[in-house]
C-alpha cells in the first residue's frame, strides 16, 4: 500500500480559480513534506516544504500541515494555465538519509 | 545554481539487454539518487549514493546495479531489460542528503524495451 496518499488523482479548474491538493502519510515516523510540481515532459521541481504544524505562504502557494494527522495540502489561488501540471507531494524522516517517499501525483489542469 | 545532465534521453533497448544510464552534477552535492517514473505511479527510489563509492538499496533496486565512482557521477545498470518495459528514469541530487535537504532533478532518461 502507498505509503504517501494523495487526492485527488485529478484536477480542473478555471483560471483565476482555486486548486486544492491533499496529501496524507499513513507512516508515523514521518515529519517533514515536500512538494515537487513537474510540467509534462520535465523534471520535477520543488515547490514548497513544510515541518511544522500551520501554514506557510509564498505568493500564490500556501501549504498547510496538521502533524497529528499527518495531512498536507498545498492551495494555489488565481491558478494560471501555466500551473497546470502533476503536483507530487513527498515525505521524510528525521535521521533517516535520502529517503523521500512519493505519492503518485495528482494532475491539475487551469483551462482559460 | 547548477546543473544535472543524464545520458542518454532516449534509450530503446531489446528484452534481455543490459542497458546503462548515466548521471552527472556539478552542484558539489554529497548524495545523488536513481528514481524511476510510471506512468499513475509517482516516483520510486531505485538506489542512492551518499558519497563517492558508497551506495544504498532503495526499494526498488531488484533487477538494477549502481555505481557511483566520482562525486559529480552517479551511473544506473538495467542488468536485462524486460519485454514493453517503459519509464522515465530520473537522476537527483542533494547537498548532504538529510532529511531536509532539497532534492534535485535532473531531465529524465526515457527507456523503452521491445
Known amino acids: 500500500q502507498q505509503k504517501v496518499q494523495q487526492s485527488p488523482e485529478s484536477l480542473i479548474v478555471p483560471e483565476g480559480g482555486m486548486a486544492s491538493l491533499n496529501c496524507t502519510s499513513s507512516?508515523?515516523?514521518?515529519?517533514y513534506f515536500w512538494w515537487y510540481r513537474q510540467h509534462s515532459g520535465k523534471s520535477p521541481k520543488m515547490l514548497m516544504?513544510?515541518?511544522?504544524?500551520g501554514e506557510k505562504e509564498e505568493g500564490r502557494f500556501t501549504v498547510h500541515l496538521n502533524k497529528a494527522s499527518l495531512h498536507t495540502s498545498l492551495h494555489i489561488r488565481d491558478s494560471q494555465p501555466s500551473d497546470s501540471a502533476l503536483y507530487l507531494c513527498?515525505?521524510?524522516?528525521?535521521?533517516?538519509?535520502?529517503?523521500?517517499?512519493f505519492g503518485r501525483g495528482t494532475r491539475l489542469q487551469v483551462y482559460a | 545554481g547548477g546543473i544535472i545532465t543524464q545520458t542518454p534521453k532516449f534509450l530503446i533497448g531489446q528484452e534481455g539487454q543490459k542497458l546503462t544510464l548515466k548521471c552527472q552534477q556539478n552542484?558539489?552535492?554529497?548524495?545523488m539518487y536513481w528514481y524511476r517514473q510510471d506512468s499513475g505511479k509517482g516516483l520510486r527510489l531505485i538506489y542512492y549514493?551518499?558519497?563517492?563509492?558508497?551506495?544504498q538499496k532503495g526499494d526498488l533496486s531488484e533487477g538494477y546495479d549502481a555505481s557511483r565512482e566520482k562525486k559529480s557521477s552517479f551511473s544506473l545498470t538495467v542488468t536485462s531489460a524486460q519485454k514493453n518495459e517503459m519509464a522515465v528514469f530520473l537522476c537527483?541530487?542533494?547537498?548532504?542528503?538529510?532529511?531536509?535537504?532539497?532534492?534535485?532533478f535532473g531531465p529524465g532518461t526515457r527507456l523503452l524495451v521491445l
Open positions: 507512516d508515523r515516523n514521518v515529519d
Open positions: 513527498a515525505a521524510s524522516v528525521t535521521q533517516v538519509v535520502g529517503q523521500l517517499t
Open positions: 549514493s551518499i558519497t563517492e563509492n558508497d551506495l
Open positions: 537527483a541530487s542533494s547537498r548532504l542528503g538529510g532529511y531536509q535537504d532539497t532534492q534535485y
Open positions: 552542484f558539489n552535492h554529497d548524495t
Open positions: 516544504s513544510i515541518f511544522s504544524n
